[in-house]
């Protein structure tokens, strides 16, 4: 199950640098501050704490009810990292399982 929450999170992320309309954005917000949400919690009953508190942040990052103004570029610039970090802890992962 972490595994697709990751991919589809990334996904998702990724597809903040496409020309789509607005709401698209806000569903990612909610999608995000969700999948983010049961990534930190996951993280926490498997005593990653490092990943737990990244994946909290994150989820606090994304949420949509207060929002933070970071302006398009900056927020694609962080959709950009978080994308890749999203894929990248996949691989790691994977190598240590």
């Keep these: ?8 999170l990334a ?3 990724f597809g903040c640098l496409l020309d789509v309309p607005y709401g ?3 569903l990612v917000r909610f999608i995000a501050l969700i ?4 990534l930190a919690y996951q ?3 498997q005593c990653r704490q490092n990943e737990m508190f990244i994946c909290g942040a994150l989820a606090l990052l994304f949420q949509p ?7 398009r570029e900056l927020w ?11 894929l990248l802890s996949l ?6 399982e």
């Excluded at 999948?35 to 049961?38: H, K, L, P, Q």
């Design 1 to 8: 199950m972490e595994k697709i929450i990751k991919i589809g």
């Design 11 to 13: 996904v998702l992320m």
């Design 24 to 26: 698209y954005y806000q």
């Design 35 to 38: 999948g983010f949400g049961v």
């Design 43 to 45: 993280a926490n009953q």
């Design 65 to 71: 009810f207060f929002k933070i103004a970071l302006g």
């Design 76 to 86: 694609n610039i962080v959709d950009v990292i978080v994308g890749i970090g999203l």
């Design 91 to 96: 691989l790691k992962k994977g190598k240590y």
